[in-house]
C-alpha cells in the first residue's frame, strides 16, 4: 500500500490551474512535514514546495512563488498544492513527500521518509 495517495493533476492549457492532493491513511499529516516534488523527462528531480510540521515554515522554488500555494486540511488528513498560472515549464511528474520530526522543512529529496504514487502535470495549448 502507498503511504502517500495523491490525486489531482491532468492536461491544462498555459494560465490554468490545477490542485494536486496528497492524503494518507496510516499516518498523521499534521505531525510531518510535507514537500511537493517534480522530475520532468531527462531531469532530475526537484523540490518545489515545502511546509514544516508546524506550518511556520515554508519554502518555494523561485520559479513558482506567488503561482503555487501549499495548504493542509487536518480534518482531512490531506495536503493540496494549488498551482494557478500554469506554464509549459511546469510540466512534469509531481510527486509529495513527507518527512517525520520537526523543524525546517527541506527541498531535498533524500530527507523524506514515504512518497507518494506521483501524478503526471502537462501544460500544453
Known amino acids: 500500500q502507498v503511504p502517500l495517495v495523491q490525486s489531482g493533476g491532468g492536461l491544462v492549457q498555459p494560465g490554468g490551474s490545477l490542485r494536486l492532493s496528497c492524503a494518507a491513511s496510516?499516518?498523521?499529516?499534521?505531525?510531518?512535514?510535507i514537500g511537493w516534488f517534480r522530475q520532468a523527462p531527462g531531469k532530475e528531480r526537484e523540490g518545489v514546495v515545502c511546509?514544516?510540521?508546524?506550518?511556520?515554515?515554508?519554502y518555494y522554488l523561485d520559479s513558482v512563488k506567488g503561482r503555487f500555494t501549499i495548504s493542509r486540511d487536518n480534518a482531512k488528513n490531506t495536503v493540496y498544492l494549488q498551482m494557478n498560472s500554469l506554464k509549459p515549464e511546469d510540466t512534469a511528474v509531481y510527486y509529495c513527500?513527507?518527512?517525520?520530526?520537526?523543524?525546517?522543512?527541506?527541498?531535498?529529496?533524500?530527507?523524506?521518509?514515504?512518497w507518494g504514487q506521483g501524478t503526471q502535470v502537462t501544460v500544453s495549448s
Open positions: 513527500a513527507a518527512e517525520a520530526g520537526v523543524g525546517l522543512c527541506s527541498p531535498h529529496s533524500y530527507k523524506y521518509d514515504y
Open positions: 511546509v514544516s510540521s508546524s506550518d511556520s515554515n515554508t
Open positions: 496510516r499516518f498523521t499529516l499534521g505531525y510531518y512535514a
